[in-house]
């Protein structure tokens, strides 16, 4: 079965360094997005992305977060300036757009946890 | 904003059991309703939907409610497995299309031989 593939599996980097965090989606899938858990928390929603272009982003999602498509392929989800609070799971997640349901069901990557110390 | 609220304590029952998981939420009425599945250290995996105009639906040893006047989902396994320990996301998609999902907090389930 299909696989959202994300790398790495995990980080560990200083305050204020840049990251980034790779995602291959499934081939047919159309959306992509980013959601993001902090240890114990909810899964919150960064961004979505179609079309080469961001769609819809959270009050998270704030000038020192960016998302690219560079080759047709991977998707990437770039943290310019780190901080202790992005200390997270980041899931990236993709879906074909709406199917027989009518609904938007996501397929999930593993994720990549990223350590801010 | 939306608020979803699900058991915040886990759910502890025996194999054979059924367990039922609940999920409230507050404001607009959603399109639809999904339940994922979370293991530790894992993403999330779709397990079933209801739309705002079905009262249940089931797929195998699960079922879902949906219940727009009291603002509820209810998610039931029915003879549990240890298998089935996870935590359980309810997610909440405003309307058709490609809107992003708000997921609630979940609920763990811890199933015992």
């Known amino acids: 079965e299909p696989e959202v593939t994300q790398t790495p599996s995990h980080q560990v980097t200083q305050m204020g360094q840049e990251v980034i965090l790779r995602c291959v989606p499934i081939s047919n899938h159309l959306y992509f997005y980013w959601y993001r858990q902090i240890l114990g928390q909810k899964v919150e929603f960064l961004v979505s992305?179609?079309?080469?272009?961001?769609?819809?982003k959270s009050e998270i999602f704030d000038d020192q977060f960016s998302v690219e498509r560079p080759d047709g392929s991977n998707f990437t989800l770039k943290i310019r300036s780190t901080k202790l609070e992005d200390s997270a799971m980041y899931f990236c997640a993709g879906t074909q757009g709406v199917g027989n349901s009518g609904a938007n069901v996501l397929t999930f990557g593993a994720g990549s946890r990223l350590t801010v110390l | 904003s939306q608020k979803i609220e699900q058991n915040s304590e886990a759910l502890n029952i025996q194999e054979g059991k059924t367990a039922t998981l609940t999920c409230n939420y507050t404001n607009y009425s959603p399109a639809y309703l999904q339940w994922y599945r979370q293991d530790p250290g894992r993403g999330p995996v779709f397990l079933l939907l209801?739309?705002?105009?079905?009262k249940e639906k089931r797929k195998e040893r699960l079922k879902v409610t949906f219940d727009t006047t009291l603002k509820q989902s209810l998610f039931h396994i029915t003879a549990s497995q240890p298998a089935d320990s996870a935590t359980y996301l309810c997610?909440?998609?405003?309307?058709?299309?490609?809107?992003?999902?708000?997921f609630g907090k979940g609920t763990m389930l811890l199933v015992s031989p």
């Open positions: 992305f179609y079309n080469n272009e961001i769609s819809e």
């Open positions: 997610a909440l998609d405003r309307n058709s299309g490609y809107s992003t999902l708000t």
């Open positions: 209801i739309r705002e105009n079905e």
